[in-house]
T-cell receptor, first 115, second 111 residues
Framework: GAGVSQTPSNKVTEKGKYVELRCDPISGHTALYWYRQSLGQGPEFLIYFQGTGAADDSGLPNDRFFAVRPEGSVSTLKIQRTERGDSAVYLCASSKSADSYNEQFFGPGTRLTVL | TQLLEQSPQFLSIQEGENLTVYCNSSSVFSSLQWYRQEPGEGPVLLVT?????EVKKLKRLTFQFGDARKDSSLHITAAQPGDTGLYLC???????????FGGGTRLMVKP
């Protein structure tokens, strides 16, 4: 069965550019999460979707970051006016529902490099 | 804010040695999870511990949840090169809709 997939696997961009990162969750999973993992650190929560709505976006660092999930499946993380500090691996995860006992399945991540 | 601290940050050992990784917090967690992450991949869940004092075994890996549910440990017996990777502990927030991760322990097992 297909796991969580993320595209692109690598993205190199220049400072100030706009980027979109895509996540395809496991079919049937209603909860979707975005995390950011900087080099040598553990993942940090960015945003969580239950269905189509962003139920908790408290982890987004500033208003340059935005995410959507219009049909309750695929999600896109959008970063405007990228900065060098945005360089990190962006991980997406999905689970059957948002419950602390439901396993979150992670994708391989998108490695973003801002030059 | 719930924080998880892991120690050590780095561990390099010879094949066959035993090791313990620690995950500590000043906050109480309803459960704690341990993940293993390899380069270029996302974290993969190893185990979830739920009850204070609980001990779970997964082959050569033994996981323990502290009695007060503020800390956890991972013990590996007779480490093998295939155990090499980044080990992460994580705990859910009260709503269960996000995970707080520790900084990770990077383990290298040399043959």
């Amino acid at each position: 069965g297909a796991g969580v997939s993320q595209t692109p696997s690598n993205k190199v961009t220049e400072k100030g550019k706009y980027v979109e990162l895509r996540c395809d969750p496991i079919s049937g999973h209603t909860a979707l999460y975005w995390y950011r993992q900087s080099l040598g650190q553990g993942p940090e929560f960015l945003i969580y979707f239950q269905g189509t709505g962003a139920a908790d976006d408290s982890g987004l660092p500033n208003d340059r970051f935005f995410a959507v999930r219009p049909e309750g499946s695929v999600s896109t993380l959008k970063i405007q006016r990228t900065e060098r500090g945005d360089s990190a691996v962006y991980l997406c995860a999905s689970s059957k529902s948002a419950d602390s006992y439901n396993e979150q399945f992670f994708g391989p991540g998108t490695r973003l490099t801002v030059l | 804010t719930q924080l998880l601290e892991q120690s050590p940050q780095f561990l390099s050992i010879q094949e066959g040695e035993n090791l313990t990784v620690y995950c500590n917090s000043s906050s109480v967690f309803s459960s704690l999870q341990w993940y293993r992450q390899e380069p270029g991949e996302g974290p993969v869940l190893l185990v979830t511990v739920v009850t204070g004092g609980e001990v779970k075994k997964l082959k050569r890996l033994t996981f323990q949840f502290g009695d007060a549910r503020k800390d956890s440990s991972l013990h590996i017996t007779a480490a093998q090169p295939g155990d090499t990777g980044l080990y992460l502990c994580a705990g859910p927030n009260n709503a269960g809709n996000m995970l707080t991760f520790g900084g990770g322990t990077r383990l290298m097992v040399k043959p």
